[in-house]
């Protein structure tokens, strides 16, 4: 996980040196006509595909819905998607649920694009366009480079939908800030996260699928109880389980969303709850300072998953091989 984690940088490099690739991909899609965009994706490739949601749905303004393979598999109901953009996400591109939805969709008249490492693979072959992540064999069982590398993938493939400019950019100076990212150390969570019955990620907006994965290596690697939620959603019910047992880590991207991050944050750590915060002002955690918050929380990936890899290890876990989990799950 540590060694696949820092080979990030040059993934995300890769990605963006295949740039005239996918601006290619992006022409021939033609979503003038497209009602609607549909993410698939299952796991870390779930959260990529709630990062992607908030660029498609702020880039170009179309309303996106998450696909529910079982819709295909279990009820076997075609859905109404004739000119909608269909993303489908997979390291592996092997999993027989995602197959079946992106022929589904492609089918009923989707423009089915698959954003994966492995091509070819079943997933690939069933979508009409392909943006390969390349980011070479992943051997540990939690996904890491290949997370950044699918997130990285569609942000390009949207800034070149959108034509956006201010997206390139940001893209273009991300290599360098993953890469110093690999040197931020995030120590200063360890005792709250050992001594804590749960724990609790939150961000808002383009944070908000990389504190689900957060989330998840926290459960997955650490064996933690962790939820992820948007900043908002955790002032509601969620707000009612917050105690001094149960840290929250919050990311905070200098957008629309940073006001009412800042003041969670603030009011958590006046109820006496340990609130450990990447980005702005009163960051605690270790940041490189803010950029383009849609790259911004790529980047932020990095430092947590060094800093659970580390963890990890010092608690006895070993990172790459958790127990009961396998790195295909072939669900259908």
Known sequence: MMRE???????????????????????RLDIGAAPLAVFCGRGSSGHAGVFVRYLIETRLGLPVSASAPSVSTAFRKPLSLRNALFLVISQSGRSPDLVAATES??????????????????????????????????????????????????????????????????????????????????????????GASAVFVASRGFGLGSAREIALKLAEILRLPALGFSAAELQHGPRAALSSRTPVIMMRLRDETAATVDAL????????????????????????GDDDPATDAIAMLVPAYRA????????????DRPPQLSKVTKTF
């Open 265 to 288: 944050a603030t009011e958590l750590r006046e109820s006496g709850i340990a609130v450990h915060l990447c980005g702005g002002p009163r960051s605690t955690l270790p940041w490189l």
């Open 5 to 27: 984690t820092c080979e990030s940088p040059d993934v995300v490099s890769q990605i963006l040196r295949r740039r005239h690739a996918i601006a290619d991909v992006a022409r």
């Open 105 to 194: 969709a492609r089918a009923a008249g989707a423009r089915t694009v698959a954003i994966v490492n492995t091509t070819p693979s079943p997933v690939a072959e069933a979508a009409e366009f392909v943006v390969p992540i390349g980011a070479g064999p992943e051997h540990s069982v939690a996904a890491t480079k290949t997370v950044i590398g699918s997130m990285t993938a569609a942000a390009e493939l949207i800034a070149e939908l959108a034509d956006d400019a201010a997206l390139r950019s940001a893209l273009d100076r991300l290599p360098e800030r993953v890469r110093r990212a690999l040197s931020l150390d995030w120590r200063e969570m360890s005792d709250d996260l050992a």
């Open 308 to 319: 659970i890899e580390r963890l990890a290890r010092e608690w006895g876990f070993d990172p």
